[in-house]
């Protein structure tokens, strides 16, 4: 009876969204650097030159930390978002990994609009940036 365990599952998990389920409960600097390796699998270059950042310098450190980083080549800045689904959204990293969750939970985006103290149509906007294939995290 695994189809039965997985509903059991997926009702708990639907008790523990309704019961208060707020991006709080997620770190910050976790969810930030999980997503900077799903959307930069390869390492972190510079989006203009193609320049990768070298690790350990701090450059790499504050691109890690969600800055603006200046290229030490061509001198143009950008941040771990530049040219990525996640240009000029200005939800935090925990914001978006609870946005995710969510959505593949199959929550409502009402629902996730409303834990995350989003307009419904800032919601719908998010929802086509982050899982239309074309743009896919
Ligand atoms: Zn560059």
Redesign the pocket.
């Known amino acids: 009876m695994k189809s039965g365990r997985l509903t059991h599952i997926s009702n708990e998990l639907g008790i523990l969204i309704g019961s208060g389920f707020s991006c709080d409960l997620l770190d910050e600097a976790a969810s930030r650097l999980y997503i900077l390796d799903v959307l930069h699998p390869d390492g972190y270059f510079?989006p203009?030159?193609r320049?990768e950042l070298p690790k350990n310098s701090k450059a790499y450190q504050n691109f890690c930390s969600g800055q603006l980083v200046r290229?030490p080549?061509?001198s143009?800045k950008f941040s771990g978002r530049t040219g990525t689904s996640l240009a000029k959204v200005k939800l935090s990293y925990r914001e978006v990994m609870a946005f995710c969750l969510l959505y593949s939970l199959q929550v409502s985006i009402k629902e996730i609009a409303s834990h995350l103290n989003l307009s419904l149509r800032s919601a719908y906007g998010y929802r086509d940036r982050f899982f239309k294939k074309e743009n896919c995290l």
Do not use: L
């Open positions: 510079c203009w030159c320049v290229c080549a061509c143009k």
